[in-house]
Structures are given as structure tokens and as C-alpha cells.
């Protein structure tokens, strides 16, 4: 009788302990479970959306940056904020018309806002200094094309060696009478070619602290007189056939 109550005994303490131990295991997978759950659901379960997502939002995110690089520059030399924008603007219209691949529209249009960054080294007095530049004034001032140059192309990528190309050679003209290097016709980059026209074009369009802004036509004038000289003529007539598209930019990003 007494062995028979310590079976019954040893088997029930047998079964509250595999009761325990199974409801203990049951309560460790609920709240795995419950964990599980609460990471936020993927957006996509296909790895190339993913990826490709990721990719738009770094690339968003550099634009940004570039922009916000560009704009304290314009903001030091107190030139307009959108100035660098409308140029990138130009500069996309412009890959459009001369049907340039993606990957070139993407870099030009990328890189554009970054042509004056060289500004960033100059001194206030020379940025600042109202009325004419001597001659020395004026070789610093030019320095910030090879200033800009030299810090972009620190950078390997070839977003930053495009816009370190752009920065050197945006002042350079088609006569070869322009600057740093006096580059002549196409031995300037495409992108120098076409970000030096478009900052001309916008820099006429619209008011800066020492001028007020040209006519529209005054603008377009200049230019077109400008083929040969100081623009590439083939540039020139590519902007001249389509001149509604870059007066809508002009309108449609007005100075903030
Ligand atoms: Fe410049
Ligand atoms: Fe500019």
C-alpha cells in the first residue's frame, strides 16, 4: 500500500515537472513569436526591389547633400540659392536634347551644382569687394576654379571626378580666351561646355548683387552672338531650338 502511494506520488511529481517544463517551452516560443512579429514586415520580399530602393534613397540623400554643399557656397558669395539648381535644370534639359546615355545625364546634372564650390577658398575681401578687381584680385578670384578642382577630385567616385572636371573648366570658352587653362573648342569636356552656358545663361537671366537682371531677349542675344567665342556653337543652337523649355525653368524656379 505505502509502495503504491510513492509510485502514485513519483509519477505525479513526474508529470507536474514535464508539465512545467512543456509550459515554460510553450511560453518562450509565444513570446518569440510575439517578438517576431513586432520587426517591422520587410517592403519588399524581392532582393532587387530592396536594393534598388536602398540605392534611390542613398542617391536622394547625396543630392541633397550636393545641393546643400552648392547652396552655402552661393550663400557666401551672396549669389541666388537656386542659381545652382536652375543650372543643374539646364544642364538635364541639355542631356535630354543631345541624347546623352543615363549614366552621362546623371552625372552631368549631378555635378553641375557643384562648379563654383572652389569659391569656398577665397577670401571675403575678394568676394565681398565691391566695384572692379585688379589684376591680382582677379587671378584669386580665378583660383577658384583650380581650388574646386583639387578638393573634388580627392574623391574617387565618378560623380566627384566629373564635378572636379566641371569646376576646372567652366570658365574655359570655346576661343580658348578663357581660364585657368586657356582650353580651346573640344578639348574642354562636353560637361565644361555645357555648365559654362548654363551658368552664363542664368547668371544674365536673373539679378545679382552688382547688376540687375537682363531682358530675356537681351539674354538670348548675347548668347547667340557668343557662338564661336565663348560657347560651343553647337551648344548654342541646341539651346536655341529649344528655348521655351529653358524659359519655363527660369520661370518655374524663380529666387526663392
Ligand atoms: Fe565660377
Ligand atoms: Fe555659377
Redo the contacts with the bound molecule.
Keep these: 500500500m505505502a509502495s503504491s502511494l510513492i509510485a502514485i506520488l513519483a509519477a505525479s511529481i513526474l508529470a507536474l515537472v514535464f508539465l512545467g517544463l512543456w509550459l515554460s517551452a510553450r511560453g518562450k516560443l509565444a513570446s518569440l513569436t510575439a517578438a517576431a512579429s513586432a520587426v517591422p514586415a520587410p517592403v519588399s520580399d524581392d532582393p532587387d526591389s530592396r536594393l534598388e530602393a536602398l540605392r534611390e534613397e542613398f542617391i536622394g540623400s547625396q543630392k541633397e547633400i550636393i545641393f546643400t554643399l552648392s547652396e552655402l557656397v552661393e550663400f557666401r558669395t551672396r549669389e541666388s540659392e537656386t542659381h545652382v539648381e536652375r543650372v543643374a535644370e539646364f544642364a538635364r534639359i541639355f542631356a535630354e536634347i543631345l541624347g546623352l546615355d543615363a549614366k552621362e545625364a546623371l552625372l552631368l546634372t549631378e555635378a553641375a551644382p557643384m562648379?563654383?564650390i572652389g569659391k569656398i577658398g577665397l577670401s571675403d575681401y575678394i568676394i565681398h569687394k565691391p566695384g572692379a578687381l585688379t589684376t591680382e584680385e582677379l587671378e584669386m578670384m580665378r583660383d577658384?576654379?583650380q581650388i574646386g578642382h583639387d578638393i573634388l577630385a580627392r574623391h574617387h567616385g565618378p560623380l566627384f571626378q566629373r564635378a572636379a572636371t566641371i569646376a576646372l573648366e567652366?570658365?574655359e570658352r570655346w576661343d580658348g580666351s578663357g581660364y585657368p587653362r586657356g582650353l580651346k573648342g573640344a578639348a574642354i569636356s562636353l560637361s565644361g561646355r555645357i555648365v559654362a552656358l548654363c551658368d552664363v545663361f542664368d547668371s544674365l537671366s536673373n539679378p545679382r548683387s552688382y547688376k540687375a537682371a537682363w531682358t530675356l531677349e537681351k539674354t538670348v542675344e548675347f548668347v547667340k552672338d557668343s557662338a564661336g567665342h565663348h560657347f560651343d556653337p553647337k551648344l548654342v543652337e541646341a539651346m536655341s531650338g529649344n528655348m521655351d523649355r529653358f524659359l519655363k525653368v527660369l520661370v518655374r524656379m524663380r529666387d526663392r
Design positions: 562648379h563654383d577658384h576654379t567652366h570658365h
